[in-house]
């Protein structure tokens, strides 16, 4: 009604358009703030602006009718159910959202019980000494002629036995406290980083200024960060950083980005940088700034995971193999030759994402070492990239244990998410 543009009110309220975007189709919350700033632009009151609230429920509700054959003939009359009875409504989206929770929650757990190395070692450790301390007993009950002296040991054994045995189920049961949550940092070097940056949104705003601090400046105050090797991580993180937020300064990199439909080859010839640093680049461009979630995940030779950005829609394994049919393992076959693929990660709600990958192989030792490769890949959702046809779409998953894509070519193990769950 006021004539504006969605671009012109949301730089004046300080956001993205595609930000801007995204909020009007309910695929990101607003805050008390920014909606106060735009019904003040707008000359509204805020009341207005969040008498929308029932579109989200309707959008719920579609999803979880998308899922049941009788629902979804009755799609049609979804307005009138909401109208008619609302707090039906409201029970049958709040179910479907914690289902959505639950399901997350078991993907996670899985693979932590499964392949947790922390876990399976305390939980040997405690087997082992429970059966030293059986043995023991065993000896002691049924044999009545022992030296005292004898006898004396293996009291001794038992009671330090005991001991070992009280330290390993405490430090267990505080581990798998710790580990309740489905955020959880972990015990190794490289999950203490990956919490330390999940806290810091991936973006270390410190580095982005024209004064650029040192990356010990910065470790002093991470308190995240625990062990000696953690920080020896996040020190070659920050390093690494600081170098490409120098080539690619963020403002404008973020006009750039915005302008050439966040293509990384075009980014690439305009700073004059390798497609990879593009993508560290942008994995670490903030939310509010790009309007969705860019994720980014990098391996070795060996395909083992070395870095991870999820993305809503794009869960990362934590400790399990990922899926074999990723870009960034089809890159790993083609050393410097780019990997473009339209993905759909498998799930109750499938998202569509632009993958881009690349692997760069480098000799630290000299031409006469080995070759080290190392692969990216760029999670771009499919709204923020340049479109590519719907028949190049590859259907991927997390991994085989947790994906429900039964039919797979590449499956190497039954998924335990069954089609009833």
């Known amino acids: 009604m006021l004539g504006r543009k969605q671009a012109d009110l949301a730089r004046s309220v300080g956001i993205s358009p595609s930000y801007l975007n995204l909020i009007e189709h309910n695929r990101r919350r607003i805050g008390g703030k920014l909606i106060n700033d735009i019904a003040r632009e707008l000359g509204v009151e805020p009341a207005a602006l969040t008498e929308g609230a029932e579109a989200a429920l309707l959008d719920t509700l579609r999803e979880a009718a998308a899922d049941h054959v009788r629902a979804a003939e009755e799609l049609p009359r979804l307005e009138e159910f909401v109208g008619r009875f609302p707090g039906w409504a409201n029970l049958i989206s ?92 972990g015990s190794t070097p490289q999950e203490e980083l990956d919490g330390w940056l999940r806290g810091q949104g ?17 470790l002093k105050g991470a308190t995240g960060l625990r062990s000696a090797a953690a920080k020896s991580l996040a020190r070659s993180y920050l390093e690494r950083y600081r170098k490409d937020a120098e080539h690619m300064p963020l403002s404008r990199f973020h006009e750039e980005a915005d302008l050439c439909g966040f293509d990384p080859a075009a980014l690439a010839m305009k700073f004059g940088v390798d497609l990879a640093a593009v993508f560290r680049r942008l994995a670490t461009l903030p939310v509010e700034r790009v309007g969705a979630e860019i994720g980014l995940v990098a391996c070795d030779g060996s395909g083992t995971l070395t870095f991870r950005k999820p993305v809503d829609g794009f869960p990362l394994p934590r400790y399990s193999a990922a899926c074999p049919l990723w870009p960034l393992y089809l890159s790993l076959s083609r050393p410097m030759a780019p990997v473009r693929r339209r993905v759909e990660m498998g799930g109750r709600n499938p ?10 192989p480098s000799h630290p030792a000299g031409f006469d070492g080995p070759q080290v490769l190392e692969a990216a890949m760029l999670i771009l959702p499919e709204e923020l990239a340049t479109p590519l046809p719907s028949d190049s779409r590859v259907d991927v998953g997390t991994s085989c244990r947790i994906c429900p894509r039964s039919a797979c070519a590449a499956r190497r193990e039954p998924s335990i998410m069954a089609e009833a769950f």
């Open 202 to 218: 991936f973006h270390v705003a410190e580095l982005e200024r024209p004064l650029l601090l040192e990356p010990e400046m910065i």
């Open 351 to 360: 998202r569509t994402f632009v993958a881009y990958a690349i692997c760069q």
């Open 94 to 185: 709040d179910t479907r959202r914690r289902a959505m929770e639950l399901e997350h929650s078991v993907e996670v757990l899985s693979d932590r019980m499964t392949h947790d190395p922390f876990l399976s070692a305390s939980l040997h450790e405690v087997i082992s000494t429970v059966t030293a301390i059986r043995s023991t007993a065993t000896i002691l009950a049924e044999t009545r002629d022992i030296d005292p002296e004898w006898r004396e040991r293996f009291h001794r054994n038992m009671a330090e036995d005991s001991d070992r045995l009280a330290e390993s189920a405490e430090a267990l049961v505080r581990y798998l406290d710790e580990a309740s949550s489905t955020e959880f940092a």
